[in-house]
């Protein structure tokens, strides 16, 4: 069964580092999302994307967020500058088309920012 | 108010048990309406898809929506411990108005089965 797949699972970095982490999405879908998970919190949305540009963002998704389609199958989410606060579980995911809305997550990336 | 309110629980029931998981919200641009699963420190799994209000049933799984009462619910059928797991609701708005498939969620709810 087809899955998004993210890398790293874990990531460690010091404060004021950049990030970036990868995602897969499932090969035909055409709208990709990130989402955060801060530990005991809801998901919360940060940005859909789609025909590579960004369709919308959350007020979280500042300029220190950028997110790329570098090539047919990654979707990368830049930190530029990483604050204590961004430490959270970052999670991708995709989806056939904007008004089907069933999306599929992947398994996450925990990041710690130290 | 917030848009989408769940109660985080924990609920714990004993094996064979029906469950039953709410949300309600605020937003009554809300079309699209999910139930994920969540196991610990992994990715939100999807359940069920809904739109608008009604019932739809897959296996021991129901979701039903009754957009009059801004109210969601998911009904689990013979629960297994298997099905020990935070439960999330999402809901969406109708893409390519307000929305490009940006989902709301709610807190989660524990749920444990005993055996």
């Known amino acids: 069964e087809p899955e998004v797949t993210q890398t790293p699972s874990h990531q460690v970095t010091q404060m004021g580092q950049e990030v970036i982490l990868r995602c897969v999405p499932i090969s035909n879908h055409l709208y990709f999302y990130w989402y955060r998970q801060i530990l005991g919190q809801k998901v919360e949305f940060l940005v859909s994307?789609?025909?590579?540009?960004?369709?919308?963002k959350s007020e979280i998704f500042d300029d220190q967020f950028s997110v790329e389609r570098p090539d047919g199958s990654n979707f990368t989410l830049k930190i530029r500058s990483t604050k204590l606060e961004d430490s959270a579980m970052y999670f991708c995911?995709?989806?056939?088309?904007?008004?089907?809305?069933?999306?599929?997550f992947g398994p996450g990336t925990r990041l710690t920012v130290l | 108010q917030k848009e989408v309110e769940q109660d985080p629980g924990p609920l714990s029931v004993p094996e064979g048990a029906i469950v039953s998981l709410n949300c309600t919200y605020s937003?009554?641009?809300?079309?699209?309406f999910m139930w994920y699963r969540q196991y610990s420190r992994k990715g939100p799994e999807l359940l069920m898809y809904?739109?608008?209000?009604g019932n739809k049933e897959d296996g021991r799984f129901t979701a039903q929506v009754d957009k009059s009462s801004k109210y969601i619910s998911l009904f689990i059928r013979d629960s297994q411990p298997s099905d020990s797991a935070t439960y999330l609701c999402a809901m969406t708005a109708n893409a390519g108005g307000t929305s490009y498939g940006k989902l709301t969620f709610g807190q989660g709810t524990i749920l444990t089965v005993h055996p």
């Open positions: 994307f789609y025909n590579n540009e960004i369709s919308e």
């Open positions: 809904t739109y608008s209000s």
């Open positions: 995911a995709s989806s056939l088309l904007a008004g089907d809305n069933e999306q599929f």
């Open positions: 937003n009554s641009a809300f079309q699209y």
